[in-house]
């Protein structure tokens, strides 16, 4: 009987085993650290934090700083534009900050000039000088830095000067950093000049020929024992507050990782990098969302997401959407949330949003797109573009004054001689033409200005309907339709008076 019983157990035990593995996630890697007092490595297409390190700790950046001033830049200038070096932006930084080849007031160079000056031998000259020239001062343009930080999801952050100069108040995290370094090296220009391993300034004051500058960021450079293979761009910064801070943009095969490291007081930034750009690559995979989320987009049962139903054939999501997960886990591993309610910078036409976590970790997200929906919201905001306002028929119409006495108006006209009195009359006169001439010159600023955000309006439609595969003739006629049902409704019924009768 004791032998039926232990060869019933060991029966259970081993049909019992494979199903309680399966149900059983693989750890979150975690064997690995960093020296620096702060650090953080994180995937840039799911945005998961595969490791982090007081990563939501307030630090001071240092010249990593200059990674947000580049992009703000960038963002709201031509690379072309002449910059011109004040003596504020040479001679108003810190005691003992240098000035990197001895660039003078009155010194010029090309936006694209000081970015590559200022990104690859970090300097505040430089800094400075795009500051005021995109900003109008430095005041103006850190405004602009804090704004799209905050645009950027960044909540742990405020910066005081675009050049990363010790200032008590300019204090950000390494979470926020990478999210400020996924941003710009997302655009072409700053990865280009964000890579470079040299590059030739113009002629200045004090560099007659002009002069080579070169890439301080040793991972970049292979000529340097610190140099690593999948580096692709970054930055260095290092002051007497802030220690050695480095932000690292590296690429291998299909992965791309972002790293960041602050406060190194042992000269520990580039091995903490490469360590944590190893455990990055190593130890964690990326799945493509849409390759296994088919039953929103295939078949033909309706699919209800937020109380609404889609054809699948109308629903599609990005095919570059990813998860990150550890390299030994499976997609199933990672649970999925589908909510409806969206957050407010959601893009054009998003019914759902699908997120994942692993062991209640953000691993990935991605949007389901209605074409139908995105159609429909252009449509809407055409015709809010096209709507007549509200009274601006009165404004421009003549008005005609009553009541006025008709003689006064057409009488004999007095004739004054030339005197004090006439000179005052002639001065006001002339007062009011200009002040009529600035006001219809306001205005006409204002018209310009409205037609020009409407032109961006109808260019970003434009480019949302070629996104969602719908053609101009698919819209015009959605429109049409729309307008028609609106003007139905704003219709009196037949049993109704119209309005204003009595």
């Known amino acids: 009987m004791k032998k039926i019983v232990s060869l019933l157990l060991s029966l259970i035990l081993a049909v019992s085993m494979p199903a309680m ?57 031509s690379l072309d534009d002449t910059v011109t070096f004040s003596h504020d932006a040479v001679y108003n930084v810190e005691d003992g900050s240098g000035n990197k080849n001895a660039i003078e007031e009155g010194d010029q160079m090309t936006v694209r000039d000081c970015l590559y000056f200022m990104l690859l031998t970090s300097s505040n000259q430089a800094a400075n000088a795009l500051a005021e020239h995109v900003g109008g001062s430095r005041e103006g343009f850190v405004e602009m830095m804090n704004e799209k930080a905050k645009e950027l999801g960044c909540t742990e952050s405020h910066f005081a000067n675009p050049s990363g100069l010790n200032d008590d108040t300019q204090l950000t995290s390494v979470y926020d950093m990478a999210l400020i370094g996924i941003a710009a090296y997302s655009n072409p220009t700053l990865l280009e000049i964000g890579s470079a391993k040299t590059y030739r300034l113009p002629a200045t004051a004090n560099n007659p020929e002009g002069v080579t500058v070169s890439m301080e960021h040793q991972l970049l450079d292979s000529s340097r024992e610190n140099y690593y293979p999948y580096a692709v761009a970054g930055k260095t910064g290092y002051t007497s507050i802030a220690g050695q801070t480095l932000i690292t943009y590296a690429v291998k095969e299909d992965r791309r990782l972002m790293a960041v490291t602050m406060k190194s007081t042992e000269f520990t930034h580039y091995t903490d990098t490469t360590a944590l750009l190893e455990f990055g690559f190593q130890s964690f995979q990326n799945i493509k969302i849409a390759e296994h989320e088919t039953a929103y987009t295939s078949g033909t049962d309706p699919v209800e997401l937020g109380g609404q139903q889609y054809d699948p054939s109308d629903l599609s999501m990005d095919e570059n959407a990813v998860i990150t997960i550890p390299r030994d886990a499976a997609y199933e591993d990672a649970e999925k949330t589908v909510t409806a309610d969206l957050p407010a910078n959601h893009p054009a036409g998003a019914a759902a949003l699908l997120e994942y976590t692993y062991n209640d970790r953000k691993v990935g997200s991605v949007y389901l797109i209605s074409a139908s929906k995105a159609a429909e919201e252009a449509a809407a905001e055409s015709l809010e573009e096209t709507a007549p306002e509200s009274g601006k028929e009165e404004e421009n119409t003549p008005q005609t004054e009553t009541g006025g006495n008709e003689k006064e108006a057409s009488g004999p006209k007095v004739s004054l001689k030339l005197n004090s009195g006439q000179i005052l009359i002639t001065a006001i006169v002339v007062l009011a033409a200009v002040f009529i001439g600035l006001l219809v010159f306001v205005l006409k600023r204002r018209r310009d200005e409205e037609r020009r955000l409407m032109e961006e309006r109808r260019a970003r439609r434009r480019k949302r309907l070629e996104e969602i595969g719908c053609t101009q003739e698919e819209f015009d006629r959605m429109l049409e339709a729309r307008s028609q049902r609106s003007q139905k409704q704003d219709e009196p019924k037949a049993d109704e008076p119209k309005q204003g009768a009595e």
Do not use: Y
């Open 21 to 77: 593995t399966a149900f059983a996630r693989p750890d979150w890697p975690s064997d690995t650290g960093v020296q620096s007092e702060a650090g953080i490595v994180m995937d840039v297409d799911s945005k998961t934090v595969l490791f982090g390190q007081n990563l939501h700790v307030q630090k001071a950046p240092a010249s990593i700083t200059k990674v947000l001033t580049a992009l703000v830049v960038v963002e709201n200038s």
